[in-house]
C-alpha cells in the first residue's frame, strides 16, 4: 500500500494544478472579451478593417531580479576584472551575493565542495 504521506503530497499537488487550470480558464475568458470589445471599436471606426491582418505580439515575462540588460553587464564587468577564467557557477555565485539572494545550505556546501 502506497504511503499516506505520499498521497497527501500528491493529492495536494493535484488540487492546486486543478485549481489553477481554473483560473486560468477564466482569465482567458477575460482576455478573449477585451478581444471582442476592441475588435467592435475597430470596426466602429473602421468597418473594412481586416481583424485578421492584426499580428499577435509575443509574452515576455518580467524578470523581477534585474533591470533591463543589468545581468549582463553585471557578467561582463565580472569577466573583466577576473584574474583568472571564471566557471558559470562562480559567476552565478556572484551575482546572486551581489544581489543580495540567499543560498540555501545545501546550495552553500555543493558551491564549496566542487
Not at 502506497?2 to 482569465?27: D, M, P
Not at 482576455?31 to 499580428?55: M, Q, R, S
Not at 523581477?64 to 540588460?69: L, R, V, Y
Not at 571564471?86 to 543580495?100: E, F, P, R, W, Y
Request: glycine share 6%.
Amino acid at each position: 500500500m502506497a504511503e499516506t504521506h505520499v498521497i497527501s503530497a500528491l493529492v495536494n499537488k493535484r488540487s492546486e494544478l486543478s485549481g489553477l487550470i481554473t483560473h486560468y480558464k477564466k482569465e482567458l475568458s477575460r482576455l478573449g472579451e477585451e478581444v471582442k470589445t476592441l475588435d467592435a471599436a475597430i470596426k466602429l471606426f473602421e468597418p473594412n478593417y481586416e481583424l485578421e491582418g492584426i499580428k499577435t505580439k509575443q509574452f515576455k515575462h518580467k524578470n523581477n531580479f534585474f533591470k533591463h540588460g543589468e545581468c549582463s553587464r553585471m557578467m561582463l564587468n565580472y569577466l573583466r576584472v577576473a584574474t583568472s577564467p571564471l566557471s558559470t557557477q562562480d559567476l552565478t555565485l556572484k551575482v546572486m551575493i551581489d544581489q543580495g539572494l540567499e543560498l540555501s545550505p545545501w546550495e552553500l556546501v555543493n558551491s564549496l565542495g566542487r
